[in-house]
């Protein structure tokens, strides 16, 4: 791509390569030049919107925990609706369908970028996944305050246990992903003592 060109969004298209480079071949083979190219974008256009690759992948992760907040809201929009099960198992199938396991695998497999982000962050825990058990807490409190939800369950609990569980059934990349009955078997048995 000859320079001088405009791109549009390109730290969007950045993050999308990456991600799809992620996806496809794992963390070890996520550089800056894999990253690029995949997009179709000279080596250069990242490190002109970034001050170092240890940065594009912070703005990556950043990325991602942002759209959790997205996925919260719809999560909260639902409350009250269908099952509390059935609304955790798609909330999760999504959370771990999509690139968040991938990311987890990359803050695990770089350094640098786990203290960077350790430095910059409000949320204890390994990053997407700590984010993402604030959105179920927040869903079981929803869910609490119209009465599905038992009042005395330590939701903070109860979502620590989805996320990790989760984690574990989604975690193998190049695996099956489980189906919906082995998601809802974990799910009731984290529920269990907590639904009215």
Do not use: C, W
């Not at 009250?80 to 909330?91: F, K, Q, Y």
């Amino acid at each position: 791509m000859p320079t001088g060109v405009a791109y549009r969004d390109v730290r969007e298209q950045l993050f999308a390569a990456a991600e799809r480079v992620l996806l496809r071949d794992g963390p070890h083979a996520l550089t800056s030049r894999a990253v690029t190219t995949e997009a179709g974008f000279a080596k250069g256009v990242l490190h002109r919107h970034f001050a170092d690759f240890d940065e594009f992948l912070t703005e990556l992760v950043f990325d991602r925990i942002g759209r959790l907040k997205l996925e919260t809201e719809q999560l909260l929009s639902i409350a009250g609706t269908g099952t509390v099960a059935e609304n955790l198992r798609e909330a999760l199938r999504e959370l771990f369908g999509s690139v968040a396991v991938a990311i987890v695998s990359l803050i695990t497999f770089r350094d640098d970028l786990r203290a960077r982000l350790r430095a910059v962050r409000s949320t204890p825990g390994v990053p997407v996944l700590a984010e993402a058990a604030v959105m179920i807490t927040s869903y079981l409190a929803a869910e609490q305050k119209l009465r599905r939800v038992k009042p005395d369950a330590d939701l903070q609990m109860v979502a620590g246990m989805l996320i990790g569980t989760g984690h574990l059934m989604f975690a193998d990349r190049d695996g099956t992903p489980p189906s919906d009955r082995e998601v809802e078997r974990a799910i009731t048995a984290a529920l269990a003592g907590v639904l009215r």
